[in-house]
């Protein structure tokens, strides 16, 4: 294992500790704060950890940090991808559509068939799902009646609650204004097992 300096260690352990309180990983903004350095020393801190092996990022976004391993072995968390919206013609889970990540507790069985999408619109506030939350999501391509599923509708990505009658499953909005899709096609890409929000909308 590659050695980092202090200022490296420190920096990934925020990294990890801030991922941990947080639904996604902090900004260069936020790292040059803490520490009290510029942005440009924090990239230039970024990209040793990346040499060394212990960090991958995604670039052109800010929060796409992703930890491979913790000097300190202090994390106890993964981090799942955080996906972006579907656009016409193309795979949810292409690489080029994470727009970050969120992190999902080390010792949830199965994380790598984990993903996360935030929710745009207001059809499920009645469930208690808002605009801007983070839906972490099991993959999976079925679901029982009254689950809460991500799926694909006119290839773009939608949260509803999955129904099914005896003569078909349909997708039911928890919004008295939204009637039920009823009449339209759909793929079951996973199901909704928790809820991430951020409180002070930073």
């Keep these: 294992m590659v050695k980092l300096t ?19 990983p902090p900004t260069f903004k936020e790292i040059a704060e803490k520490f009290k350095i510029t942005i440009g020393t924090v990239q230039d801190h970024i990209v040793a950890l990346q040499k060394k092996g212990y960090l ?11 930890i491979i391993r913790n000097e ?12 972006g919206n579907v656009a016409a013609g193309e795979p949810i ?29 207001d059809s499920m506030i009645d469930a208690g799902i808002y605009d801007g ?13 009254g689950d809460i599923v991500i799926a694909l509708l006119d290839d ?3 949260v509803k609650t999955l129904r099914n009658s005896k003569i078909k499953a349909y997708l039911e909005a928890s919004n008295s204004r939204y009637k039920s899709i009823v009449d339209k096609p759909f793929t079951v890409i996973g199901k909704v097992i928790e809820l991430r929000r951020q409180i002070n909308g930073n």
């Design 6 to 24: 202090k200022k490296q260690s420190e920096i990934l352990d925020f990294i990890a500790e801030y991922s941990g309180e947080n639904p996604y």
């Design 56 to 66: 991958e990022r995604i670039p052109d976004i800010a929060r796409g940090f992703k």
């Design 72 to 83: 300190t072995q202090k994390a106890n968390v993964n981090l799942i991808p955080l996906y």
């Design 93 to 121: 889970f292409a690489n080029d559509n994470v727009q970050g990540y969120v992190t999902l507790e080390r010792n949830k069985k199965g994380h790598h068939i984990h993903f996360a999408l935030k929710v745009k619109g």
């Design 133 to 145: 939350d983070i839906v972490i999501v099991r993959k999976q391509d079925s679901a029982d009646d």
């Design 156 to 158: 773009e990505a939608t």
